[in-house]
């Protein structure tokens, strides 16, 4: 049986973040044939469509990664009421370009 691939992006750039714990925790107790991989988007750009530029090695692992996964899972804290900035700006780049996001 092949394996389930979940990417799993913490919405908190701390290293201590407390919603990295849960991240973590889903991918010990997840069963036998599922994979969880924390996603790294301290190194995106931020997201601007005016930028011509060719994507950053962060966006373009970022991209990849999210592809090769079944399932995306979010843990973030509020932030303000609200979802925090840095992963507003992550889900804004994965989706571009538009029509060939994954």
């Not at 919405?11 to 889903?26: F, I, K, N």
């Not at 010990?28 to 044939?33: E, F, N, R």
């Not at 994979?35 to 966006?59: F, H, M, R, T, Y």
Request: proline share 8%.
């Amino acid at each position: 049986m092949s394996s389930i691939n979940i990417a799993a992006i913490d919405g908190s750039l701390h290293r201590e973040s407390v919603t990295r714990q849960p991240a973590t925790t889903t991918a010990a107790l997840a069963p036998v044939d599922f994979s969880v991989k924390p996603l790294e988007i301290a190194d995106l750009p931020l997201c601007n469509q005016d930028n011509g530029a060719p994507p950053s090695a962060g966006l373009v692992r970022l991209q990849a990664d999210t592809a090769a996964s079944l399932g995306l899972l979010l843990v973030t804290s509020a932030s303000k009421r609200s979802i925090p900035g840095v992963l507003q700006n992550a889900q804004g780049l994965a989706c571009r370009p538009c029509g060939h996001s994954a």
